[in-house]
């Protein structure tokens, strides 16, 4: 083909050069097979290939992020990683060489973005050598390859060798680049969405077979207009799958509007979702968008879907079935051209049986259900998101790097994590915190151990067998000693208090979500917090 590249195997034993060119059009799995035969061939103790996100097109070489999309030798956290280069002054350094690898001294100064990365049986060791090349595609920076060792003067001689690794690094990026050119699904370009925590998409920490078939799927319904309904656990990503949905839609280019039903006001949920006209109710002193409107030629996202009052769902079937809205106040109709995508926590099938949510409703939503897979069976999924928080906390306490130790990353897998992914970005943020105050840091590297994450309440021991799934606990009867000096009223509103308060703080202050965990209704949790003090 005249598009394609020539690809440098020549110096390759048939039977891997062949089976490099049969990759070709699997990156996933091409490159992680080229680092298997290079640290074969190089006298490596780790390597990794990066490329630059899709921030960087159009900026220079050393700006940007680089993203891992390989690696061998590294704990397996680094996949998660995402390296900001004006934080990383070697992978800068790699990105902006001319003519070829870039080779540090022994005594190079400038912090190395994988010190303490490379396992080694009990402990996490320093690199001591250091080699980077810049790869390019068509003139334009595409990634970086690394190559580092843990002995002085390893890769002295190999200069010959490694730039022909990656040159052919280089040809085969190349390659697949021009492929996906001519095939138009974008090939191995990561896309970074619009996202409220940059970095964290679906593709670049989902590996596991779980999340692959998620993938899979979503990609197929995205270019579609179905309804979708998105299911999972809190903290599994839903938002991130409705964002991917459209992004990967013939509404790209339109707008997403997010919803949080939750948090909609009961006697507003019809004005904030259709509009309403001027003088509709007090307050209205003019004419006002729904979202509903906000969302027309593009994908109006409604998270929470569950909490929607039934008044609200009567008037949303409308939408639903005929894309006709109807603002307050207004007796217009109004055609609106919306993909609709929801998402719960709930089981909506048993909100119908039990009369909370409308049957008819329920069917219009859930035409596709997708269901988001929960952490823990997500395998080293946990360990590669886990090198994203521990990238964001190390830029944010000014470390040279953060780590998990062995027994964490143990823990880590064996944990059952019911919040998920909000629950182990939590850990991580917190975890890093309380090693930071609890001693310093070895060389500008902070390892992370069980007790610093939370995660050492299992009653177990470093190095002992872990449970997979957490033992029910028995409530607790208090001792005398235990109960408050109050009169009896008093003691069972203070009680109340911090029962709400513990119940938001575990729901992260949704009222809703808080309201169930606690049985009550949301109007009834909002009357006692509100007689108790915790709202106005």
Same mark, same amino acid.
């Given at each position: 083909?005249?598009?394609?590249?020539?690809?440098?195997?020549?110096?390759?034993?048939?039977? &891997?050069?062949?089976?490099?060119?049969?990759?070709?059009?699997?990156?996933?799995?091409?490159?992680?097979?080229?680092?298997?035969?290079?640290?074969?061939?190089?006298?490596?103790?780790? %390597?990794?290939?990066?490329?630059?996100?899709?921030?960087?097109?159009?900026?220079?070489?050393?700006?940007?992020?680089?993203?891992?999309?390989?690696?061998?030798?590294?704990?397996?956290?680094?996949?998660?990683?995402?390296? &900001?280069?004006?934080?990383?002054? !070697?992978?800068?350094?790699?990105?902006?060489?001319?003519?070829?690898?870039?080779?540090?001294?022994?005594? %190079?100064?400038?912090?190395?973005?994988?010190?303490?990365?490379?396992?080694?049986? #009990?402990?996490?060791?320093? /690199?001591?050598? %250091?080699?980077?090349?810049?790869?390019?595609?068509?003139?334009?920076?595409?990634? $970086?390859?690394?190559?580092?060792?843990?002995?002085?003067?390893?890769?002295?001689?190999?200069?010959?060798?490694?730039?022909?690794?990656?040159?052919?690094?280089?040809?085969?990026?190349?390659?697949?680049?021009?492929?996906?050119?001519?095939?138009?699904?974008?090939?191995?370009?990561?896309?970074?969405?619009?996202?409220?925590?940059?970095?964290?998409?679906?593709?670049?920490?989902?590996?596991?077979?779980?999340?692959?078939?998620?993938?899979? &799927?979503?990609?197929?319904?995205?270019?579609?207009?179905?309804? /979708?309904?998105?299911?999972?656990?809190?903290?599994?990503?839903?938002?991130?799958?409705?964002?991917?949905?459209?992004?990967?839609?013939?509404?790209?280019?339109?707008?997403?509007?997010?919803?949080? %039903?939750?948090?909609?006001?009961?006697?507003?949920?019809?004005?904030?979702?259709?509009?309403?006209? !001027?003088?509709?109710?007090?307050?209205? $002193?003019?004419?006002?968008?729904?979202?509903?409107?906000?969302?027309?030629?593009?994908?109006?996202?409604?998270?929470?879907?569950?909490?929607?009052?039934?008044?609200?769902?009567?008037?949303?079937?409308?939408?639903?079935?005929?894309?006709?809205?109807?603002?307050?106040?207004?007796?217009?109709?109004?055609?609106?051209?919306?993909? /609709?995508?929801?998402?719960?926590?709930?089981?909506?099938?048993? &909100?119908?049986?039990?009369?909370?949510?409308?049957?008819?409703?329920?069917?219009?939503?859930?035409?596709?259900?997708?269901?988001?897979?929960?952490?823990?069976?997500?395998?080293?999924?946990?360990?590669?998101?886990?090198?994203?928080?521990?990238?964001?906390?190390?830029?944010?306490?000014?470390?040279?790097?953060?780590?998990?130790?062995?027994?964490?990353? !143990?823990?880590?897998?064996?944990?059952?994590?019911?919040?998920?992914?909000?629950?182990?970005?939590?850990?991580?943020?917190?975890?890093?915190?309380?090693?930071?105050?609890?001693?310093?840091?070895?060389?500008?590297?902070?390892?992370?151990?069980?007790?610093?994450?939370?995660?050492?309440?299992?009653?177990?021991?470093?190095? #002992?067998?872990?449970?997979?799934?957490?033992?029910?606990?028995?409530?607790?009867?208090?001792?005398?000693?235990?109960?408050?000096?109050?009169?009896?009223?008093?003691?069972?509103?203070?009680?109340?208090?911090?029962?709400?308060?513990?119940?938001?703080?575990?729901?992260?202050?949704?009222?809703?979500?808080?309201?169930?965990?606690?049985?009550?209704?949301?109007?009834?949790?909002?009357?006692?917090?509100?007689?108790?003090?915790?709202?106005?």
């Amino acid at each position: 083909m005249d598009n394609e590249a020539v690809i440098s195997t020549s110096s390759l034993p048939l039977d &891997e050069a062949g089976a490099l060119l049969q990759a070709l059009d699997d990156p996933a799995r091409l490159w992680p097979l080229l680092l298997d035969l290079m640290s074969r061939h190089l006298p490596c103790d780790a %390597c990794a290939l990066l490329r630059h996100d899709g921030r960087s097109d159009g900026v220079k070489a050393g700006e940007g992020m680089l993203v891992p999309l390989a690696t061998r030798g590294l704990s397996p956290d680094t996949l998660g990683r995402r390296f &900001e280069l004006d934080e990383h002054p !070697r992978l800068q350094a790699i990105a902006e060489a001319d003519g070829g690898p870039l080779r540090f001294p022994a005594g %190079c100064e400038l912090p190395d973005p994988y010190d303490g990365l490379i396992p080694d049986l #009990s402990q996490r060791l320093h /690199v001591h050598d %250091c080699v980077g090349a810049p790869l390019s595609v068509d003139g334009r920076p595409w990634g $970086v390859l690394t190559l580092d060792a843990l002995n002085e003067g390893r890769f002295d001689g190999w200069d010959g060798a490694i730039a022909a690794w990656a040159q052919l690094t280089a040809d085969l990026a190349t390659a697949v680049e021009r492929r996906a050119a001519v095939v138009g699904d974008g090939g191995t370009a990561l896309r970074v969405l619009d996202e409220p925590a940059p970095g964290l998409d679906l593709e670049a920490v989902g590996g596991s077979p779980a999340m692959a078939a998620l993938l899979a &799927e979503v990609d197929t319904v995205a270019a579609s207009d179905l309804v /979708v309904l998105v299911l999972g656990e809190t903290g599994v990503g839903k938002e991130l799958v409705a964002r991917r949905l459209h992004a990967r839609s013939p509404r790209a280019a339109g707008p997403l509007v997010h919803v949080n %039903c939750a948090a909609l006001p009961d006697a507003l949920v019809e004005s904030e979702l259709f509009g309403h006209v !001027r003088g509709a109710f007090s307050g209205a $002193v003019a004419d006002r968008r729904g979202k509903f409107e906000l969302a027309d030629g593009g994908t109006l996202f409604l998270d929470e879907v569950g909490e929607l009052p039934l008044a609200a769902q009567a008037k949303m079937l409308r939408a639903l079935q005929n894309g006709e809205i109807q603002r307050v106040g207004s007796d217009r109709h109004i055609t609106v051209d919306v993909r /609709v995508i929801a998402a719960t926590n709930r089981d909506l099938a048993a &909100e119908v049986r039990e009369g909370r949510f409308r049957a008819d409703v329920y069917h219009r939503l859930s035409v596709y259900p997708l269901r988001v897979p929960p952490l823990r069976d997500r395998g080293t999924d946990i360990l590669r998101l886990a090198g994203l928080f521990l990238e964001r906390n190390r830029a944010r306490l000014g470390l040279r790097n953060l780590r998990l130790s062995a027994a964490a990353e !143990r823990r880590m897998l064996a944990y059952p994590w019911p919040g998920n992914v909000r629950e182990l970005e939590h850990a991580i943020g917190r975890g890093a915190i309380r090693a930071r105050v609890a001693r310093p840091p070895d060389g500008g590297v902070l390892t992370l151990t069980p007790a610093d994450l939370g995660l050492a309440d299992l009653g177990q021991e470093e190095g #002992s067998v872990i449970p997979t799934a957490m033992p029910a606990q028995q409530p607790r009867i208090p001792e005398p000693a235990d109960l408050p000096e109050l009169p009896l009223r008093d003691a069972v509103e203070d009680l109340e208090r911090r029962m709400i308060r513990a119940h938001l703080a575990r729901h992260d202050g949704n009222w809703a979500q808080a309201a169930r965990s606690l049985g009550l209704d949301r109007s009834n949790l909002f009357r006692l917090a509100r007689r108790l003090g915790l709202r106005e």
